[in-house]
T-cell receptor, first 114, second 113 residues
Framework: EAGVVQSPRYKIIEKKQPVAFWCNPI?????LYWYLQNLGQGPELLIR????????DSQLPKDRFSAERLKGVDSTLKIQPAELGDSAVYLC????????????FGPGTRLTVL | DQQVKQNSPSLSVQEGRISILNCDYT??????FLWYKKYPAEGPTFLIS?????DKNEDGRFTVFLNKSAKHLSLHIVPSQPGDSAVYFC????????????FGTGTLLAVQP
């Protein structure tokens, strides 16, 4: 079974430029998460989707961050414009519906903003 | 405020010995606890979990213990192997239907051959 797929794996941009990350969850997983992981910290939730609906986006900085999951499968996270402090690893995870707490993570995208 | 704390940034053990990783939490509403392992340049990989209604869960070399009164859980790895060297994250679910996980800051385990 294929795991969570993310691309690109690495991205280097200059500040004020836009950037987008893509995620394809495990087949059949209705719930999709985007996390931010800063160096030396654990992952922090940015947004959670149940199918196409964003059910928890309270931690997403909406002035510059946006996300979409149009067909309830893959998802895109965008930053526009990027700031130096956005340098981090962006992780995507998915889980099956119901009471399962186990989330399966992709390899992440390491973003460097210069 | 840090709801899930891993106070040891790193731990070094000899191959074949026991590794004990600790985690403390503050929110008594957490209903599920998980341990993830992370290698460099990879995403976290699920290792083992425990429901708040249990005090122990075992899977091969890995055992998780939960002490609800102390709001403390620990992961035991016996025997430790060099391939276990990684960062271990403790995570707690906030209960109910949100399935939101709160992660600790991680402990870097080094297993010396």
């Amino acid at each position: 079974e294929a795991g969570v797929v993310q691309s690109p794996r690495y991205k280097i941009i200059e500040k004020k430029q836009p950037v987008a990350f893509w995620c394809n969850p495990i087949s059949g997983h209705n719930t999709l998460y985007w996390y931010l992981q800063n160096l030396g910290q654990g992952p922090e939730l940015l947004i959670r989707y149940e199918n196409e609906e964003a059910v928890d986006d309270s931690q997403l900085p909406k002035d510059r961050f946006s996300a979409e999951r149009l067909k309830g499968v893959d998802s895109t996270l965008k930053i526009q414009p990027a700031e130096l402090g956005d340098s981090a690893v962006y992780l995507c995870a998915s889980s099956s519906q119901g009471t399962s707490a186990v989330q399966f993570f992709g390899p992440g995208t390491r973003l460097t903003v210069l | 405020d840090q709801q899930v704390k891993q106070n040891s940034p790193s731990l070094s053990v000899q191959e074949g010995r026991i590794s004990i990783l600790n985690c403390d939490y503050t929110n008594s509403m957490f209903d599920y606890f998980l341990w993830y392992k992370k290698y460099p340049a990879e995403g976290p990989t699920f290792l083992i979990s425990i429901s708040s209604i249990k005090d122990k869960n075992e899977d091969g070399r890995f055992t998780v213990f939960l002490n609800k009164s102390a709001k403390h859980l620990s992961l035991h790895i016996v025997p430790s192997q060099p391939g276990d060297s990684a960062v271990y994250f403790c995570a707690a679910r906030d209960g109910g239907a949100t399935n939101k996980l709160i992660f600790g800051t991680g402990t870097l385990l080094a297993v010396q051959p």
